[in-house]
Structures are given as C-alpha cells and as structure tokens.
C-alpha cells in the first residue's frame, strides 16, 4: 500500500503545481488574452483585436497581417492596405478623380499620381519629384544637407535603440519601446507612438472625431457638433442629453458677473475661477473663467471653483439635465489636462461630466455639454422646496506642466426638466 500512498502523492502534488503555474503565466503581459492566443504575450501592445496600424510591418491584433484583415465595406480589400475601409468606392486603384480631396485610390495623394522626376517614385512618396536622385531608398551621403533617401533625416538613418525605426520617424530613439505604431496608453504622459498625442487616437468612423472625444466612434452621424434630433433617444452631438425634449426651468448666463444674484460663487485655494468681461463668451460679454490672461500661461494643478443656482422648482421628480457651453484652450497637442463639472443636490452627487482637450491642433471653439439627473426623489413637494443645484467646476493639469492658452471659459448654464 505504501508504493500505491507515495504515487497519489505525487500525481497530487504535479498536478497542484501545474495550476499555480498556468495561473501565473495565464496572461503574462496583462493585455487580457490568454498567453496561447496572443501572438506576442510579452508586449500588451499585441494581442487579437488590438488596434493595428497598416504600414508599421507589425500584426498588433494578431491576425496574420500588418493591419486589420476585415474587409468592412466590401470592396475587396481589406483594412490593412484599403486606406478607407468604410468606404467601398475607396481602394488601391480606384479611380481617383482629382481636386476632389479624396484619396480614393489609397496613393497618398488627391488625384492621380505623377512622376515628374521619372525616378519610379510619384508624389506620394517621393519627397522631391523634381529631382531623379531623390527617392526613399536612393543613397544618401553625409554632411551635404540633403535628405535624398526621403527618411527624414540627412545622411544615412541610425536606430539607437534597436527597435526598427529611425531617428528621422522615432521620437526617442533611446527608447525601444516608444516608435511610430506602437500603442500609446492614454494618460502616461508618454507618446509612445510619436504622433504627438498622449494616447492612441484612432477614428473608426471617419468623422473627424477620435474615440477620444467621439461617444460612438461607430457612428459617422454621431460626433461633437452633428445636428440633434430631439426625441430619438440617440446623443447625435455628444452633448450627453441623447435628444430628449427638455424643458427650461432656469438659465444662468453669468452677466451680474460676481455680483449676480442668482449665483453664488467660490474659489478653492489658489484658484483662479472667476467672472471675465469682454474675453470668451458664449452669450452677452462675460462668463465663468479659469486661467491666466495676463501671461498667456496658467499653472500646473488641481484648481476648483463651485457655482450654488438659486432655488430652482420643478413639478416633477422625473429626469431633468444641466447643460452649458465651454470653451477649453489649453496645451497645444496636449490630451492629458482636463475638466470636470460635477452637479450635486443636498444629497450629494447627481452626474459628473468630465472631458479631455477637445481638440489637439485647431483653434478652440464653445461647444455645449450636458448631464443627464437621475430622478430627484419622490418625496419632493415642489411647492415648498424646490431643487438648489451646485454646481462644481475643477480643471486638472493631469501632466502637472505649465499650460499654454487663454485658458477655460463656462457660459450659459440651464437647468432643465426633461421627457424621455
């Protein structure tokens, strides 16, 4: 019976083993795919369904191809080569009429291609074609100023760091994992795909609008700015209000200034939350301002400023919204600063509404936002309380680096009763 004991024993023991060890290396670079599924476990840039960019020679989603191998609108090409894959008039040699600022023939170019040099390079890829000795993959000799090889840089490219990409497209090429295709984590402060940009952007519907700041980047109708259609139900503009019919209750457009008598006003510390006359604004001349005007340049931080409404009656319990209009220039390329409007009730916080930089390059415009209330309570008496609403304004610098811009401007504030 021993020899029969010793054997279960260690049959037992093997096995116990073999779990604590497919525990342990289940996932091993924590990207959410099993190790046996994810064609790179030790990057958790790789794994199936990643986002993967066409043209950097890395399968990213793990399906065999550089770029996705979906052929989504049925031309006969997939994403990894067709430039537009949610449109079938557009793929590598289509027709591409010119002038009409669409690529449709994927050439990097509007129109039909030209090699004015006759170097075997057209101008979508020749960075001079007007010269037959400038072409990507000519020779290119140190120290004459030119970049005849079309890589950016003068003389033949180094990568330092090893990871195939050259200092003419690599951003730090001290850094292997940071180079254009790599995926870029929003937040970290890193761009580690060289695009400028904290976080990789993609736009999945090709409406202008990345899934940074598009709430259904599914949806070519749905984007910041589109027309609303009120009563479908559908967030057309991304305003966070989905197109209900809203009733106004109380508008707020800031023109008493700190002296307004339905506004009751407060800065934290060192913050610069204040009323502006004659800078941004939606309505009137002045509105609710963080920043600097002075410099041009507004400090690092967490800076906060609340906003108390008169009492506000409404006659029903039901959902209600707060909407209103900003106006965010800040850094220049940056994703990282931020605001954050919080509306709260004597019961605390009702909805939050947060948002990154709008735009990364192109001049701020006022855009209109909104939050969704959840029923207010049924025990309300709208003849004797009525609703008084704070509301809570807080710009976080999340880089903690200095800011660029005229700063964060809020105007024309509603308090509405809303059927959906």
């Known amino acids: 019976m021993k020899p029969i004991l010793w054997t279960l ?52 989603n793990c399906d065999g191809v550089d770029g996705t191998s979906l052929d989504e609108d049925g031309d006969g090409y997939g994403a990894h080569i067709d430039c537009d894959d949610r449109n079938s008039s557009v793929y590598p040699g289509a027709e591409d009429l010119p002038g009409d600022g669409v690529d449709s023939d994927c050439d990097r170019i509007d129109g039909l291609a030209t090699d004015a040099d006759g170097d075997g390079f057209h101008t979508g890829f020749d960075c001079n074609d007007d010269d037959a000795t400038i072409y990507p993959g000519a020779d290119d000799p140190e120290g004459d100023d030119i970049d005849q ?100 209750l109380q508008a707020f457009d800031f023109q008493g200034g700190a002296g307004d008598p339905d506004v009751q006003f407060s800065g934290g510390p060192n913050a610069a939350w204040s009323f502006v006359v004659g800078e941004q604004s939606h309505s009137g001349d002045r509105a609710m301002y963080y920043g600097n005007l002075g410099t041009g340049n507004f400090d690092f931080g967490i800076n906060s400023g609340e906003l108390w409404t008169s009492v506000t009656a409404s006659d029903t319990a039901g959902p209600h919204s707060v909407t209103f209009w900003v106006f965010l220039d800040v850094d220049d390329g940056m994703t990282t600063d931020q605001l954050d409007v919080s509306v709260m009730d004597a019961d605390g916080t009702l909805a939050t509404w947060n948002k990154l930089a709008y735009d990364f390059s192109s001049p701020a415009t006022w855009q209109q936002q909104g939050l969704w209330l959840p029923e207010l309570g049924t025990d309300y008496d709208p003849e004797t309380e009525g609703h008084q609403l704070k509301v809570h304004f807080a710009f976080d610098s999340v880089d903690d680096s200095e800011n660029e811009g005229q700063g964060v401007f809020l105007d024309d504030l509603v308090f509405s009763a809303c059927d959906l």
């Open 9 to 60: 024993f260690v049959v037992t023991l093997f096995a116990g083993a073999c779990q604590i060890e497919d525990d342990v290396l289940f996932d091993f670079d924590g990207d959410g795919a099993r190790d046996q599924f994810d064609c790179r476990p030790n990057d958790p840039g790789f794994y199936p369904g990643a986002p993967d960019f066409w043209g950097n020679g890395e399968d990213e």
């Open 149 to 248: 090889n079309c890589d950016q840089v003068e003389g033949e490219a180094v990568d330092a760091d090893g990871d195939g990409r050259h200092s003419g497209i690599d951003c730090d090429d001290n850094n292997p994992d940071v180079h254009p295709g790599q995926w870029d984590q929003p937040l970290d402060g890193i761009d580690a795909d060289c695009d400028g940009l904290d976080g990789t952007v993609i736009d999945n519907d090709s409406d202008g609008f990345s899934s940074l700041t598009d709430c259904n980047d599914e949806d070519a109708s749905v984007h910041p700015g589109a027309t609303e259609v009120d009563g479908d139900g559908v967030d057309q503009n991304c305003d966070g209000l989905g197109g209900s019919d809203c009733s106004e």
